[in-house]
């Protein structure tokens, strides 16, 4: 099985930035898609940023411009910098892999975006 953990959550202000990490156990290849989701307090969770190769890659629309998703394949490990973060960025986000067998999920870490 694939075991997905992610870390890098907290609190920031408006403005800040903030790095996620997810490390992955498992067979994971370059070609397997890697991303990011995010839930926030009533609201169902979204796409945010999406990974298959360093020249494959997608953003949502709400943060394009200002996250950035990369991989490093030799630490099967996937990272989401968030910059000029804003209020509406607070939600728990997920760290995803799509696999032959099927989807994997982390368990999700918080990032909360306040003054």
């Known amino acids: 099985q694939v075991h997905l953990v992610e870390s890098g959550g907290g609190l920031v202000q408006p403005g800040g930035s903030l790095t996620l990490s997810c490390a992955a156990s498992g067979t994971i290849f370059s070609f397997n898609p890697m991303g990011w989701f995010r839930q926030a307090p009533g609201k169902q969770r979204e796409f945010v940023a999406t990974?298959?190769?360093?020249?494959?890659?997608n953003y949502a629309d709400s943060v394009k411009g200002r996250f950035t998703i990369s991989r490093d394949n030799a630490k099967n490990t996937v990272y989401l910098q968030m910059n000029s973060l804003k209020t509406e960025d607070t939600a728990v986000y997920y760290c995803?892999?799509?696999?032959?067998?099927?989807?994997?999920w982390g368990q999700g870490t918080q990032v909360t975006v306040s003054s």
């Open positions: 995803n892999v799509q696999t032959i067998t099927g989807p994997y």
């Open positions: 990974i298959a190769s360093s020249i494959s890659t």
